[in-house]
């Protein structure tokens, strides 16, 4: 199995931009697709963005759709978030997570299709 680690969560102002990354490890990286997921306080974990095995296909949810882009790097294992025009509603603790299905299943079924979590990295925007 694909053990995942995040990085690059912080606090940022309403506006700003952040970078998150994901490395990982102990698997073949690219046999999953990759996304990520969010967690905001009292609220279900929710479908954010994934990238196909290949990096060809990039989901997004509605909510960052626009602002957030998601890539990945199959020669270093890693999977990365670029976010812009921040907003506070995007405050939450972010989750890379890996997947044997596709990563259009992770857009349409969310959280069950993930194999692999990792321990997730908090990002919060100030108003």
């Known amino acids: 199995q694909v053990q995942l680690v995040e990085s690059g969560g912080g606090l940022v102002q309403a506006g700003g931009s952040l970078r998150l990354s994901c490395a990982a490890s102990g698997g073949t990286f690219s046999n999953y697709a990759m996304g990520w997921f969010r967690q905001a306080p009292g609220k279900e974990r929710e479908f954010v963005a994934a990238?196909?095995?290949?990096?060809?296909?990039?989901y997004y949810a509605d909510s960052v759709k626009g602002r957030f882009l998601i890539s990945r790097d199959n020669a270093k294992n890693t999977v990365s978030l670029q976010m812009m025009s921040l907003k506070p509603e995007d405050t939450a603790v972010y989750y890379c997570?890996?997947?044997?299905?596709?990563?259009?299943?992770?857009?349409?079924?969310?959280?069950?299709?993930?194999?692999?979590w990792g321990k997730g990295t908090l990002v919060t925007v100030s108003s």
């Open positions: 990238i196909s095995r290949s990096g060809g296909q990039r």
């Open positions: 997570a890996a997947s044997t299905s596709t990563g259009r299943a992770m857009t349409n079924t969310g959280p069950s299709v993930v194999d692999n």
